[in-house]
């Protein structure tokens, strides 16, 4: 079945570092990808999304490029802040036809000033 | 506008007992969905509510497991008998629509979440 892998957490960062949380997938046919943010206290939110290969979703400084070669969706910001901090879902949706998510088991983003 | 509402925020029941899980979709989304996130993973689909239409439950768990929807409304998640694995966040979200008309995805809007103890 469809399966999405990301990276353990947690994961702390100082204030302006890089940051990457590795996502890759497994799935039948032509999969949409999201990445999905849960801020403490909050309901999971939809980050960024791509629908097909070389597409690249982006919001807040936050970027992930669909790779169906490696199957991956990494998820990048270039200087996160202490506002980042949060819990990222890497998330699949299976192709056309499909409407349920199959997310990951999430990372937990620690920024520290 | 108002988000996707969900209650109890918190539950601590005792094994064996019944408990009943609400959400509240954002007025006027056709499809609602319940998950769950058991400690440490991912989230785990659990059942689809789309209109009218007969709902999807292939992800229930156990015959323990039931949930309800009237009509584009409210949505309650019965769980009969506890038993100390149903520990967990249980979430909804609703969406304006399933996303399977002209192939568009629809985002699905979550709730805050059920935390489930179970003792």
């Known amino acids: 079945g469809d399966s999405v892998t990301q990276m353990e957490g947690p994961v702390t960062l100082s204030e302006e570092a890089f940051l990457t949380i590795n996502c890759t997938y497994t799935a039948t046919g032509y999969p949409s990808l999201f990445w999905y943010v849960q801020y403490p206290g909050e309901g999971l939110q939809l980050l960024l999304k791509?629908?097909?290969?070389?597409d690249k979703g982006s919001n807040k400084g936050f970027e992930a490029t669909y790779r169906k070669e490696t199957t991956s969706f990494h998820l990048e910001k270039g200087s996160v802040q202490v506002s980042d901090s949060a819990v990222y879902f890497c998330a699949l949706r299976a192709g056309a036809g499909s409407y349920q998510l199959t997310f990951g088991k999430g990372t937990k983003l620690s920024v520290i000033p | 506008g108002a988000g996707v509402s969900q209650s109890p925020s918190n539950k601590v029941t005792e094994k064996g007992k019944d408990v009943e899980l609400r959400c509240d979709p954002i007025s006027g989304h056709t499809a609602l969905y319940w998950y769950r996130q058991r400690l440490g993973q991912g989230l785990e689909f659990l059942i689809y509510?789309?209109?009218?239409?007969?709902?999807?439950k292939s992800g229930l768990p156990s015959d323990r497991f039931s949930a309800e929807r009237t009509g584009e409304s409210v949505s309650t998640l019965t769980i009969q008998r506890t038993q100390q694995e149903d520990s967990a966040v249980y979430l909804c979200?609703?969406?304006?629509?399933?996303?399977?008309?002209?192939?568009?995805?629809?985002?699905?809007?979550f709730g805050p979440g059920t935390r489930l103890t179970v003792l």
């Open positions: 509510f789309q209109g009218n239409s007969a709902p999807d």
């Open positions: 979200a609703s969406s304006p629509s399933s996303g399977l008309a002209g192939g568009s995805y629809n985002e699905q809007f």
């Open positions: 791509a629908t097909k290969a070389d």
